[in-house]
T-cell receptor, first 113, second 115 residues
């Protein structure tokens, strides 16, 4: 059974602080996606990382894919209240000509003013 | 806007009833995935279709079924509904054969409440 462990599960921080969310697995992924989800809405894609060691930046968000493509991190600099939400990582695994996606359990972030 | 369209957005129905949720994937995407998300829970994979054929099954109950039509839209049928079926149901689509991105894009979900 492929698992994607995400940590921490919950995070409550003050506006302006930095934070890092981690996704770890024993599986090697073809790619890994990060999503942000607000209550009652669908997950919105933030980034896809494909190459081992890849680093992508999206304004104050920095995403890193591990060298072995088994893990990833999301770092937020100077968090804002608008960053509040559920962050999900998902790894894509080849499966008989298609892909299956393994989702992490999510990190629920609350940024306080 | 992800390009994945789901209808209805909200649905309230009684126990024992049957409902159909509809999904239109992004233009050009051949693969459709269905997920269930209960309150404060993670995404549970239900089923995947590719170009009209079932490709993978997850934790989908026997009371639930899905299909993908020639125009690539998909429907998720939920029957003999129980209170515990109340959840957000998401459809996602992807260009399955992409060698570079393998990304799935989610619709906004259908919120089902069983009373």
């Amino acid at each position: 059974t492929q698992l994607l462990e995400q940590s921490p599960q919950f995070l409550s921080i003050q506006e302006g602080e930095n934070l890092t969310v981690y996704c770890n697995s024993s599986s090697v992924f073809s790619s890994l996606q990060w999503y942000r989800q607000e209550p009652g809405e669908g997950p919105v894609l933030l980034v896809t990382v494909v190459t081992g060691g890849e680093v992508k930046k999206l304004k104050r968000l920095t995403f890193q894919f591990g060298d072995a493509r088994k893990d990833s991190s999301l770092h937020i600099t100077a968090a804002q209240t608008g960053d509040t939400g559920l962050y999900l990582c998902a790894g894509a695994l080849p499966d008989s000509g298609t892909y299956k996606y393994i989702f992490g359990t999510g990190t629920r972030l609350k940024v306080l003013a | 806007d992800s390009g994945v369209t789901q209808t209805p957005k909200h649905l309230i129905t009684a126990t024992g009833q049957r409902v159909t949720l509809r999904c239109s994937p992004r233009s050009g995407d051949l693969s459709v995935y269905w997920y269930q998300q209960s309150l404060d829970q993670g995404l549970q994979f239900l089923i995947q279709y590719y170009n009209g054929e079932e490709r993978a099954k997850g934790n989908i109950l026997e009371r639930f079924s899905a299909q993908q039509f020639p125009d690539l839209h998909s429907e998720l049928n939920l029957s003999s509904l129980e209170l515990g079926d109340s959840a957000l149901y998401f459809c996602a689509s992807s260009v399955m054969d992409s060698k570079t991105r393998n990304t799935i894009y989610f619709g906004e979900g259908s919120w089902l409440t069983v009373v």
